[in-house]
């Protein structure tokens, strides 16, 4: 036998050079894994909660319990007043934008334009805009010394331009009438889109005006969609301090900037923290009822 046909029978298999360790079928990590109790899943998640979320949370409701906190905190003139206006600026905010939420997606719905589709996809993407960018936006146009006084002081030569509403709450207001809306229209949109035509069809043949066939017809339809963005949306502004913080109105004070100025101007902890937890309690009453409207709005589609 030649030389180099004895070497290579002598050679092992390709196999038996190195031998991979075997692989467990696709099945067995999913049957290892349900071996163990369902307990033991629950422990990563709570671990997490626990200590990002309900501890600080235990904390600080362990410290508005001091003596005596909550009957001082909620008897102060302070508390009162920003609680009023929290909610005033909460209500309008959510009935504005339910109103221009309602009138902007009909639009987008059932008038099609040049660039509706551009528009419409614009929504979603401002959904995702930190609310202080819309306050600067205003503050561009509106504000001391923003482009509406600007052109104003150059045609007249007055010293000061006449829009100074941003520092009132009704500047407050219209900031986060504007952030906010886009999150009344995302909903309706998608009820829109499920909309029978062919109802809108009859009734048009039928004779219908058009406000008519708004109001018999597409709100009908649309209250479950309106219902669960203006839950959101309540409790969106019931939150929010950008847009309060950013628009310089010093005579605007809301619960979340109340216990900013109690924690951090004052350091007064105690009624910071008293003022969070009716903040936290607001807020909860709020979701659980927002969560039950968008089930609801969810079973009658």
């Known amino acids: 036998m030649p030389a180099d046909a004895t070497a290579t029978a002598a050679l092992p298999e390709p196999a038996a050079l190195s031998e991979p360790a075997a692989l467990p079928e696709p099945a067995a ?44 905190v909620l008897a102060s003139e302070a508390f009162r007043d920003a609680l009023a206006t ?56 509106y504000g001391t010394v923003g482009i509406a006084n600007g052109l104003w002081t150059d045609a007249t030569g007055d010293p000061t331009g006449p829009f100074r509403f941003l520092t009132t709450p009704w500047g407050v207001l219209l900031a986060e009438i504007t952030y906010f809306t886009p999150f009344v229209m995302r909903p309706l ?54 847009i309060v913080l950013f628009t310089g109105a010093k005579g605007v004070t809301t619960l979340p900037t109340l216990i900013y100025g109690k924690a951090i101007l004052e350091s007064d902890y105690t009624a910071a923290c008293v003022v969070a937890v009716v903040n936290v309690a607001l807020s909860v009453g709020l979701y659980s009822l927002y969560r039950v409207v968008s089930r609801r709005a969810g079973a009658h589609r």
């Open 86 to 141: 929290t909610v005033l600026l909460a209500l309008g905010a959510t009935a504005g934008c339910l109103v221009l939420g309602f009138v902007l997606a009909l639009i987008l719905a059932f008038v099609p334009f040049p660039g509706s589709r551009a528009v419409a996809r614009f929504v979603d993407v401002f959904l995702s805009f930190p609310s202080f960018l819309v306050t600067l936006a205003l503050l561009f146009l």
């Open 29 to 72: 990590l999913p049957r290892a894994f349900a071996r163990l109790p369902r307990a033991v899943w629950a422990v990563p998640p709570l671990a997490v909660l626990g200590v990002l979320f309900l501890y600080p949370l235990a904390l600080v409701v362990r410290e508005s319990l001091a003596p005596g906190a909550y009957a001082s």
């Open 189 to 242: 949109l998608a009820a829109f889109a499920q909309l029978d035509t062919a109802q809108l069809e009859a009734a048009s043949s039928l004779g219908a005006r058009p406000a008519r066939i708004v109001r018999r017809v597409i709100l009908p339809e649309a209250l479950p969609a309106l219902a669960a963005g203006g839950g959101l949306v309540l409790v969106l502004s019931l939150n929010e301090f950008g």
